[in-house]
């Protein structure tokens, strides 16, 4: 048997690694924690990027799903913020945030045209719309739950949604005046026009992602303006190909990952080490043969996404060489066996560890709280009020 | 401009393709459905094959976290429950669950010896252990909650946990003794031994995986009885191994999945499409190009799993011919190339179309309830009561 030494007697912990800005012994494991400084460094920087080009900055809130860094990312900034679902657009809503957009594009079936005449009355309302088919839903159902005249001003905005080679919703970028003439139709702001090149998640993609993001927003608004409809927005972003965008193709920005970053972000050299902002901490539960260390944050708190490029499942940011080489729903088993000996004391039985996600939004999506620290202290706690409002 | 027609226009949707158990237009996307009838087949098969061979049954309730379930399975024979963390067994209990397997390697620190204490108070409660360390973390932390006396005989009872070739957590078998020592010394009871076949997961290694199980249930009883420790419990399973035990080596079975069954059970064959008993419905929200439909039920639904040997991110079982190609956390993307021209009405946009996930146990994790449906009717709500009950 594998004969490792018991923890520290009083805490049944051992001492956060030297250097580690995420180990804080008071907070149960498995959890979530937030490095408070790298988060305000993130929102700061793509803040400035974003004005620095005259690029509007309406961030991804499906990231976080947390009105406190709604709040930070607006006072930032920010126009507004962007959102997957109707349900994330009205817990934001609650929180008093009061422009969102709902980059989805959404069939207004059910309960949704409820809900969106309801929302719009209250916040800045824009929402999706790739097929001519879904914004006659849409006025079908507005013109239903409002009881307006057909084709009488709504509130809400439609933004034609194109793509740029993703290859995944979005329509053809010549197409897009004839979606956008259907809204203009049914009494809906046109608002414009977005994409998404999420091609950029893949080594060395980032440059060509960007590219192709400028010509489909290009296209796609002189299709509208051919068609005699202005286009006041293009929209575009990622976080990988947020960094490098300079304007003109794209007036707006919606990135989300950066105001945490995460392992495939590291992977794909967008972000430095220091630029990680959310961790798991986790504690070595079993250590059952030389070389081995089993963690208690699995994929129930890290997320099970690995892409072919990345590492491993996940990284330790506080002991590089260690290799996450298995993932279960509770267990994550760490290879420890490029790590020097010095090394290894803090990997023993019962120490804490800091695991960084490969993909962060996942693993907030499976928390309920964030653990806000600074300094090495606990200073905060976030709810993640939006957990669960995928619909 | 792909140009595709309006759905129905009194509903948004199609009508449920013919044949299908899954979809129920009321019930709005994305959500998950349960078959009630298949779900029953499931437990009552399980529990039949377990009793026909001896083995007593212990199903994984992380699985599906629902009292409902657990409800059934007790009432179905098994002897009680498995459970991933302490926080599930929980729940379990405060729902009328009064025998709880914690199979995992716990540290006892920080609330989890207060919890634990207070727990088997009001259950038959187990936990495992893998290392002597834990077990004296375990022990101190026991003594200093409930005032005992160092080594008074505890309510809880210990499970050792070996290692039969999956290499996540585990002793060696043949140092199972020391792990059972310790725990008797502590005042603990000493139930037996467990180990999780896990290796099972890869197409044709049900076999092996359960020969292995075999030899170290063996081996690990042969350690403790060696040193005059009876082994009271040789507790193995999965899903895939199951249905194949034939007792001997093995008198506990833990599977989870069987309840359900997913895409991958398909995959490795372990059961037949009508015994799978969950699904994802969604809609389908866009459909921008020949050949691709884009559905509601994104990773943050269905789970992002996806093992290589995996034909997608999840099969359409009315429409097997359908790939799932692509999983972003609210966008499906499925590839109806393949599909014969009669079968893709269906599948236009607006339709409702069912999605049997990867990984049920993840797909469940995401979920709050669960929509019970037999004969094409919702017939009940189930609640997911342990959703993130995950520490």
């Not at 990312?73 to 962007?82: E, H, M, P, S, V």
């Not at 260390?293 to 990284?315: F, M, N, Q, S």
């Amino acid at each position: 048997m594998a004969c490792i030494p018991l923890a520290d007697r009083a805490t049944g912990c051992y001492k956060r690694p030297v250097g580690s800005r995420w180990t804080v012994p008071e907070i149960a494991t498995p959890a979530l924690v937030v490095d408070l400084e790298a988060c305000a460094r993130n929102i700061s920087a793509m803040a400035s990027h974003a004005a620095a080009n005259g690029i509007e900055l309406r961030p991804h809130a499906k990231t976080h799903k947390c009105p406190a860094i709604a709040t930070r990312q607006l006072a930032a900034g920010a126009t507004g913020i962007t959102v997957a679902t109707l349900g994330e657009a009205e817990v934001f809503a609650e929180h008093g945030v009061g422009d969102v957009f709902v980059a989805y594009p959404l069939w207004a079936v059910g309960d949704i045209g409820q809900r969106l005449a309801q929302l719009s009355e209250r916040v800045r309302l824009s929402v999706g719309a790739d097929s001519v088919a879904a914004v006659e839903v849409l006025r079908r159902e507005l013109d239903r739950v409002t009881g307006r005249s057909p084709g009488q001003a709504a509130r809400l905005a439609v933004r034609v949604e194109v793509d740029c080679g993703l290859r995944r919703s979005g329509a053809a970028p010549a197409d897009a005046v004839h979606i956008a003439r259907a809204a203009a139709d049914a009494g809906l702001v046109v608002d414009g026009i977005f994409t998404f090149p999420g091609h950029s998640y893949a080594p060395g993609m980032a440059a060509t992602a960007r590219d192709d993001e400028a010509r489909a927003l290009c296209d796609g608004a002189a299709s509208l303006e051919a068609g005699g409809i202005p286009c006041r927005v293009r929209s575009g972003g990622s976080t990988p190909t947020a960094a490098g965008t300079a304007g003109d193709a794209v007036n707006e920005l919606r990135p989300g990952v950066y105001v945490f970053n995460d392992a495939q972000q590291l992977a794909l050299g967008t972000c430095q080490p220091d630029a990680v902002a959310l961790a798991a901490i986790a504690t070595v539960v079993s250590a059952p043969a030389p070389g081995r260390i089993v963690l208690d944050a699995g994929a129930k708190v890290l997320g099970p996404e690995r892409p072919p490029w990345a590492p491993g499942h996940g990284v330790l940011p506080d002991r590089p060489a260690a290799r996450v080489t298995g993932l279960w729903e509770h267990h994550a088993v760490v290879d420890v066996t490029g790590t020097a000996k010095l090394d290894l004391a803090p990997l023993r039985l019962g120490a804490q560890v800091a695991v960084v996600p490969n993909h962060v939004c996942t693993a907030v999506n499976l928390a309920r709280v964030l653990h806000v620290v600074a300094g090495g202290e606990l200073v905060d706690r976030w709810e993640v009020a939006a957990a669960g409002a995928n619909r």
